[in-house]
């Protein structure tokens, strides 16, 4: 916990009502969401009892299993919910951009737009990843056949589950880190994740999040009670009131969920969520393209080979959502600027002209002169950027603390045009503020991972060839 | 009357299980909870007398289904249970009845039973533990399965694992609960008797198909002897404690303020899911940094009060030498907050 956040919460505490800890969106917001709200069976492993959802507010469509433990009553749960999610999650897979591959010497496409799912919390995006897991490899054929979007909607799900694993990912969203990522409010963590307290705190304050914990669930877990006293004589005596009692029970989460969205739009947008946006596209759009050409479906668990590239495309996701988001928002820079990773300065000296000619040719080097009066943790030699230049690399020449604060002098490179004279503004002039970080947005190749087919069964590969058996 | 049964009034004390046993190492600092337990009291009851009910119920499908899962594990002798355990020798004796006036009768049976040494499956053994200076009986919820020399815990829970993986939560929380029975049976039989590793019994994927892990528990030992051993010292807080201070529950509700008043408390969010006195405990910690989490309480540098650390970040409070580096940083947090927004 950074301590600008955990700042914010004590204010939160004392004035009743949450904080902002973000002045910008930090995640790209869909204009026609879907949001799902899952509801499981207590005690067994991802049964289903029903789901609310819909692209459109005003009209929500509910699922139900009347009898959870009839299993022709949830496989055809799972029908409707694939009928209901599957056209919506393929419509996208429309009208395709070029986009530029290999410096320009290629081109690859993709779709202009790409879905985006939205439930409560990460209890209902662990529901959903269960389910893809339970329906992906059930058979089309056989004993207990099952109609062919049933295993599709696995692989969706599976696809949305793991994507949303991938930090700044916006293809599966859950409100309540989506919120929690933009407002600080004053209670713990733990409290946060009830859906309907943190949606209180933003909106009405600490007496309504009080009053929301003890309102309806968020799902996907029933309150006991609820099952007790208002389920069990439902289920014992099938009856046609079940469907109301649970509409009435997941209305309100619905109505917070659209209501989180809008709030969230309503911010203004951060200018790197669009590149992420862009990845999310290409994570669509590469599957899409598995789904018509192979199509089988995802490996129970990964190999050893896959799990260690997926490993690092997720750290290097982490350190990438991490970097845009100080550069896109001040607010989180100043997290930064805290620990000295990142200070403010202004600018006292700049030598725009300065050409450095002792190596082979001639290149443009000007050198600023930089006062802090904040805390420096660089040393020589270390490479800083500014987000207002962000393709322009300030080298640290000298650190030299004086009474009047901190003197730091910087040799530019780059983002200055391509003459020996610098575009005008790209050197920052004597008396501008800027912020300077170490942060630094350069792409970070991966290692270089083994082909699967040639692992050592050490570790773990080649993959046996077997069929993947259905799962009851 | 001792000093402990006037701390509890006319209710009957309330059993302790493994569930219970096991939650005393969630917040050992706490000395209300420790004396609360030390003394049986009903801290259910306790809290909605007090007007701070807690949500602490099970849902009936999630019982029913556990029950099923025990009933279909143990059918025809255990058939079932053995294939999955690989225990086909030995009897199967159930020492079951979960009634309050055969306890001693079933745990000199236990004992005479386990002792006995015979290869099989005994159900329901009734075990002792001395908790805060006081012999408890355990409400049985396990299978000694007697293999070889050794002796194995056996536990049957309903929650799934799924391709090799389980809840990390609800396995750590099996974990801890199976100690509790190793280090009741081992204080019966001896350590060399009772094997640190026990057996989980669990559905497998989305079916009822039975699967046995087997947990290494010695971690979860260690926590408990230790925390068990700080428990014993409960025993003369609770004798060192005013005569008025009772939780007879027929007391007037500010007599049970006042009493509750005398016993600190540690609140911590984890509280919510691991005790029932939290919703009070939590709405006495308000203002507290402790109340928003630990990370949260240490990124604050520590300080114990919200108002101080608001204090210190405006300025408005002057920071005493120990609070110097905490106040510093608070400053600079709150001039760039102020900054950026
Ligand atoms: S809820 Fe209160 S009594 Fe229970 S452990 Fe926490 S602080 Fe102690």
Redesign the interface.
């Known amino acids: 916990?950074?301590?600008?956040?955990?700042?914010?919460?004590?204010?939160a505490?004392?004035a009743g009502r949450a904080q902002?800890i973000a002045?910008v969106r930090h995640l790209h917001v869909h204009d026609r969401p879907l949001v799902l709200i899952p509801l499981a069976?207590?005690?067994?492993?991802?049964a289903p009892l029903a789901a609310l959802l819909g692209d459109d507010v005003s009209r929500p469509r509910l699922l139900v299993v009347g009898q959870?433990r009839n299993r022709d009553e949830r496989f055809a749960f799972t029908a409707d919910l694939a009928d209901a999610v599957v056209p919506y999650l393929e419509s996208f897979a429309g009208a395709t951009e070029a986009v530029p591959v290999d410096r320009g010497r290629d081109v690859r496409h993709r779709f202009v737009d790409a879905p985006q799912v939205w439930v409560p919390n990460p209890g209902g995006a662990d529901f959903l990843r269960?389910l893809g897991?339970?329906t992906r490899f059930r058979r089309v054929d056989g004993d207990h056949p099952v109609p062919p979007s049933v295993p599709r909607l696995g692989q969706w799900l599976t696809f949305l589950a793991s994507s949303a694993e991938v930090p700044g990912s916006s293809l599966l969203v859950n409100a309540v880190q989506a919120l929690g990522s933009h407002w600080a409010t004053?209670?713990?963590?733990?409290?946060d994740a009830h859906f309907g307290s943190l949606f209180a705190w933003i909106t009405d304050g600490a007496r309504a999040a009080q009053e929301a914990e003890n309102g309806p669930v968020a799902g996907p877990a029933?309150?006991?009670?609820f099952?007790?006293e208002v389920?069990?004589p439902l289920i014992a005596s099938p009856s046609p009131a079940m469907a109301g009692v649970l509409r009435d029970l997941l209305t309100p989460t619905w109505e917070r969920m659209w209501k989180s969205i809008a709030l969230l739009r309503e911010l203004p947008v951060g200018a790197r969520v669009g590149l992420r946006w862009d990845s999310d596209r290409d994570a669509y759009s590469a599957f899409v393209e598995h789904l018509t050409e192979d199509g089988t479906p995802q490996p129970?668990?990964d190999g050893a080979v896959a799990a260690a590239a997926r490993l690092q495309r997720l750290e290097n996701a982490a350190a990438r959502y991490a970097v845009q988001r100080a550069f896109d928002d001040?607010?989180v820079?100043?997290d930064h600027?805290?620990t000295g990773a990142a200070f403010g300065a202004e600018v006292t000296l700049a030598k725009a002209d300065r050409i450095d000619d002792s190596g082979k040719r001639p290149v443009l080097r000007p050198r600023i002169m930089v006062t802090t009066t904040e805390?420096v943790r660089v040393e020589p030699g270390a490479s800083l950027t500014s987000p207002a230049r962000p393709s322009q690399k300030a080298k640290v020449i000298s650190v030299t603390p004086g009474p009047a604060g901190t003197d730091v002098l910087l040799e530019l490179s780059g983002g200055m045009g391509r003459k020996l004279v610098a575009e005008p503004g790209s050197v920052p002039a004597v008396g501008e503020r800027l912020l300077l970080t170490t942060l630094s947005e350069a792409y970070r190749p991966g290692a270089a991972f083994p082909d699967p087919a040639e692992t050592p069964w050490t570790h773990g590969g080649p993959p046996p060839h077997r069929e993947d058996l259905p799962?009851? | 009357m001792s000093q402990v049964d006037r701390l509890r009034g006319s209710a009957p004390g309330k059993r302790h299980n493994a569930r219970t046993v096991a939650a005393l190492t969630g917040n050992p600092g706490c000395t209300r909870r420790a004396v609360l337990d030390a003394a049986g009291i009903d801290k259910v009851r306790l809290a909605e007398r007090i007007g701070f009910p807690g949500?602490f119920?099970?849902?009936?499908?999630?019982?029913?289904?556990?029950n099923a899962f025990e009933a279909m594990l143990k059918a025809d002798d255990c058939a079932l249970l053995r294939s999955t355990l690989g225990a086909y020798v030995g009897g199967y004796e159930d020492l079951g009845a979960d009634e309050d006036d055969t306890l001693s009768a079933r745990h000199a049976r236990t004992r005479s039973m386990l002792n006995d040494g015979a290869e099989g499956l005994l159900d329901h053994p009734l075990l002792t533990l001395e908790v805060a200076g006081q012999t408890v009986f355990l409400e049985p919820d396990l299978i000694a399965y007697q293999n070889g020399s050794q002796l194995q815990v056996v536990e049957i829970k309903?929650?799934?694992i799924?391709?090799?993986q389980a809840d990390g939560t609800a396995v750590s929380a099996a974990a801890v609960q199976a100690a509790v029975y190793v280090l009741a049976l081992r204080r019966m039989l001896g350590d060399d008797r009772v094997s640190h590793e026990v057996v989980l019994v669990c559905?497998e994927?989305?079916?009822l198909q039975p699967v046995a892990v087997v947990l290494d528990v010695r971690k979860q030992l260690s926590t408990l002897r230790r925390q068990l051993s700080r428990l014993a010292s409960v025993s003369s807080l609770i004798s060192s404690l005013p005569d008025d201070v009772s939780f007879d529950l027929a007391q007037p509700v500010p007599a049970l303020l006042s009493s509750l008043d005398t016993l600190t408390a540690r609140y911590a969010?984890?509280c919510?899911?691991t005790c029932e006195m939290s919703v009070y405990c939590r709405h006495e910690a308000g203002?507290r940094?402790a109340?928003?989490?630990r990370?949260?309480?240490?990124?604050?540098g520590g300080l114990e009060t919200?108002?101080e650390?608001?204090a210190l970040?405006s300025g408005a409070r002057e920071p005493d030498p120990a609070q110097a580096e905490a106040a510093a940083?608070?400053r600079?947090?709150?001039r760039?907050?102020d900054?950026?927004?």
């Open positions: 916990m950074s301590t600008l956040v955990a700042l914010a919460r004590a204010h505490l004392a902002p002045t069976m207590a005690g067994e492993a991802n959870p269960l897991r339970s004053g209670q713990s963590a733990a409290e029933t309150d006991p009670a099952d007790n389920l069990a129970r668990r001040p607010l820079m100043a600027r805290l805390t799962v009851a | 949500a119920g099970q849902s009936r499908f999630a019982l029913a289904r556990g309903s929650f799934a799924l391709d090799g559905p994927n989305f079916s969010p984890e919510l899911s203002g940094t109340a928003l989490g990370p949260v309480r240490d990124a604050l919200v108002d650390v608001l970040a940083l608070l600079a947090a709150q760039l907050r900054e950026a927004l």
